[in-house]
């Protein structure tokens, strides 16, 4: 959907009124408090590690996983060399968002739950008249109804006991994450 811009850039670094995307989202997480940072590199990784360093220039500490080939959006979390003792906030790095990531946190940890979904209402419009029907029956009409859905936003927390569910190097969305915390009897909530 991106391209030809995606070329030659990943989109995480693609610039978004003066700055990449994923810059936006790093000094929305410091202006939270957020001090440390791990960022998943694949295609043209070299170039979001070259502009962002090791975080001293936000006065932050940033450090790469390398995926060898795509994890997924929560594979690449059974690359990290160490887990973490804290539940961890999780973005995909083409999410601009208002959220405040200290706020989402802290309602992850007020719910007890094991991982925590941020959500977006969305809205869909039919552009006709829906008849109801009941077999061959008329029931009723809806002059172009709107459905509304929670989908998913991309950003995520998820306590550190979670990752156990991941094998190390092997794909896995979050998504499918989520599903296996939920079939292990673990919390999983959303976040409007």
Request: net charge negative; proline share 6%; glycine share 8%.
């Amino acid at each position: 959907r991106l391209r030809p811009h995606t070329e030659n850039c990943p989109k995480q670094i693609l610039e978004v009124s003066g700055k990449p995307m994923l810059g936006h989202i790093v000094e929305r997480a410091i202006t939270g408090g957020f001090q440390n940072f791990v960022i998943s590199l694949h295609y043209l990784g070299d170039m979001i590690q070259d502009y962002f360093g090791d975080g001293s220039k936000y006065g932050v500490s940033i450090n790469y996983l390398n995926e060898d080939e795509p994890l997924g959006t929560a594979g690449c979390l059974s690359l990290l060399p160490n887990k973490p003792d804290l539940p961890i906030i999780v973005t995909n790095g083409d999410v601009l968002t208002d959220i405040h990531y200290n706020e989402f946190l802290d309602f992850h940890i007020r719910h007890e739950a094991k991982a925590t979904m941020a959500v977006r209402q969305h809205e869909i419009q039919n552009q006709f008249g829906v008849v109801r029907t009941e077999g061959g029956e008329i029931e009723g009409f809806e002059e172009k109804p709107i459905y509304r859905s929670h989908v998913n936003a991309g950003i995520y927390v998820l306590n550190p006991d979670v990752l156990n569910y991941l094998e190390h190097k092997q794909h896995c969305d979050m998504p499918v994450l989520f599903e296996r915390i939920k079939k292990n009897s673990g919390r999983t909530i959303v976040y409007p």
